[in-house]
């Protein structure tokens, strides 16, 4: 959508970016509103959850913010595809939380059948986990995981060096900042 001539001739360079906070839990769904216009409205500790993780997704520099729940409920295959980059505790909350990243790629296609459709003509079953490799290598996320560990532990100068050989390696990373 940010390619369209017409809106880069109204706003030229315009781009947009999305975040996305997941966490998992019960809410309580309810209608709000005034005879004219009815809204549904999701009210729970666990919705407010979701929307600090998508606002942290600007803090941390990632796409996506993943609490501990919802990495406790993935496959331990794609678990490791996962980066855990910090435990927090959340406004509202005295529990710490662990985050997770997931490094997305960026893609060309637009719509799942744009999907499907280069993988036809590339003659390959379409795999969601090979499309969607993470931008980051085992060997990084395992060098990040490392940093992650040192900070968590207080070890701050040593924390330091290794988040900073990975910013060698990424210097867009986000969490390594």
């Known amino acids: 959508m940010t390619e369209n001539p017409k809106i880069q001739e109204r706003i030229p360079g315009y781009t947009t970016s999305m975040g996305y906070g997941l966490h998992v839990g019960w809410a309580i ?25 998508e606002t942290g997704t600007n803090q941390f520099g990632v796409d996506i913010l993943i609490s501990e729940q ?49 993988a036809e003509e590339e003659e390959e079953e379409f795999d969601f986990w090979d499309y969607f490799r993470p931008l980051t290598s085992t060997t990084y996320r395992k060098r990040h995981a490392d940093a992650v560990q040192l900070y968590l532990e207080g070890n701050w100068l040593e924390a330091k060096k290794s988040f900073e050989l990975c910013l060698l390696e990424w210097a867009d990373d986000g969490p390594s900042k």
């Open 70 to 118: 919802v990495f406790s409920m993935i496959r331990p295959d794609v678990q490791k595809l996962l980066r855990k980059i910090d435990c927090v505790t959340m406004k509202g909350s005295t529990q710490p939380i662990a985050l997770y990243t997931y490094d997305v790629p960026r893609v060309t296609a637009n719509t799942i059948e744009e999907l499907y459709k280069e």
């Open 29 to 53: 769904e309810g209608a709000i509103g005034s005879m004219l216009k009815i809204d549904a409205s999701y009210l729970s500790p666990n919705v407010n959850l979701a929307a600090r993780l």
